[in-house]
């Protein structure tokens, strides 16, 4: 996994390109978890872009994990997502700036992730974290306990819970194995 | 004609705000400032607009915004917010200090492209710029100190595009000492990791003389620590960093760097 304590470093201190390599290093694994979060492309784009605009807000509350940002950013893209009409109110002037993107997914594809969105709204903000480091992204209970800034023995038991709760709703076998997921 | 990609233009976005910010500390809103300049104008007064620019935008939009988020909990808003709006040069007059006041709250953004500039009183020694390239919005917030009973007038320059200003008076807590801990570690002109380290301490310890918890991974080089909002808010964690931690992270950090 690349670092990103460099970089990150570096933006604090005002360079903004490395917060640009930092976005580019991300950004794919962010929207593809923002898949899961929001229902339509547009959406997706918007819970992308404001993910990265909290980021830099949080800057001085962000945890880097094994030097990494993207537990953080993911973490983030949960939290934007709980809420995204919320959310994209405080960015609407950015937001409304940049250029749409033409949406490529598979019609198809859209339908399960659709499914996948309904089934994650169904689950409480703790549960939707933790399944989305440990489950979703295959980060260990170690990481997660440092990206969410909570004992890994709290891990361990959201994570049993969550799986629980969502057994049954969405791909069993791959959510109660805990395989990490890559797109 | 190569169009530029909804990636492309968030990345330029991202790095202009980063570049744009005049230091880590007070970086924090940039991207809020843009929507967070008026509410508290929309808010608080509704009619209590003080509107000159020659293109005025008022409506719906704004009355959603937020408070500057500059202005932490410890200021007191002394005053009815000022807003103004537009694409030329633009006047406010803000009239004598309410009783207590001691500053001006100023809140300047872009809302077009452009190159702003805010004066109290035609000071040039009170101008504050905001620049905003093509694709980029942002702008921000400060304090400019006021002495004595006397009225002002806040004038705002335009280059192209449109801007908005918010202003009121307020009350600022008094300003914070650097501890005499902190003075002792930065007295060498270098910080080592135990005093680097040690002030974090003092840091997380002042916090937590307030009531709030700081979490942190002292493992990391930098080291990746979180506070709640509402102890950034309180102004509080302000008011503990810079005394304890502030010029010891910097320069912590800058010897890190490359």
Not at chain 1, 156 to 175: C, H, V, Y
Not at chain 2, 148 to 173: E, F, I, K
Request: proline share 5%; with cysteine; aromatic share 8%.
């Amino acid at each position: 996994m690349a670092t990103d304590e460099g970089d990150w470093a570096r933006a604090i201190g005002g360079d903004g390109e490395a917060f640009g390599r930092i976005f580019d290093r991300h950004r794919d694994r962010v929207k593809r978890h923002g898949m899961r979060l929001a229902p339509t492309p547009t959406d997706v784009d918007d819970l992308v872009a404001i993910t990265f605009f909290e980021a830099w807000r949080n800057r001085e509350r962000v945890r880097l994990v094994e030097g990494s940002v993207l537990p953080w950013l993911l973490v983030t893209a949960t939290n934007v997502g709980r809420n995204l009409t919320r959310s994209a109110a405080r960015y609407r002037v950015l937001l409304d700036r940049l250029p749409p993107t033409a949406d490529q997914s598979d019609p198809l594809e859209r339908v399960a992730v659709n499914d996948l969105v309904q089934q994650f709204d169904a689950l409480s903000l703790a549960d939707r974290q933790v399944l989305t480091l440990c489950v979703l992204e295959g980060y260990s209970e170690r990481e997660a306990a440092a990206a969410l800034g909570v004992a890994p023995g709290t891990i361990k038991s959201r994570l049993s819970r969550a799986r629980r709760r969502l057994a049954g709703r969405l791909d069993p076998i791959r959510i109660l194995n805990g395989e990490p997921h890559e797109s | 004609m190569n169009r530029e990609t909804r990636d492309e233009a968030l990345r330029r976005v991202l790095v202009a705000g980063v570049d744009a910010g005049p230091s880590p500390r007070s970086r924090r809103t940039f991207w809020v400032a843009v929507v967070g300049a008026f509410v508290l104008g929309a808010a608080l007064t509704g009619s209590a607009l003080a509107v000159a620019g020659s293109h005025l935008e008022v409506g719906t939009d704004l009355a959603q915004m937020a408070t500057p988020p500059f202005i932490n909990d410890d200021v007191r808003i002394l005053s009815e917010p000022y807003f103004l709006t537009g694409t030329s040069a633009g006047s406010v007059d803000v009239g004598s200090p309410p009783p207590g006041a001691d500053a001006l709250a100023i809140s300047l953004h872009c809302v077009e492209p452009g190159t702003y500039g805010v004066l109290v009183d035609g000071d040039e020694r009170t101008r504050g710029t905001t620049s905003c390239f093509d694709g980029q919005i942002g702008g921000g917030g400060w304090y400019q100190g006021i002495s004595g009973s006397a009225s002002h007038r806040v004038d705002v320059t335009a280059s192209t595009g449109s801007y908005a200003l918010w202003v009121a008076w307020v009350d600022l807590p008094p300003v914070v000492q650097v501890s005499a801990a902190q003075q002792a570690a930065l007295a060498d002109g270098v910080v080592t990791r135990e005093e680097y380290l040690a002030g974090f301490d003092r840091y997380a310890a002042c916090l937590a003389e307030a009531g709030y918890v700081v979490g942190a991974n002292r493992s990391d080089l930098i080291l990746g620590y979180s506070v709640s909002d509402a102890a950034v808010r309180s102004g509080v964690e302000g008011r503990c960093y810079v005394a304890e931690f502030g010029q010891l992270d910097m320069r912590w950090q800058i010897a890190q760097e490359g």
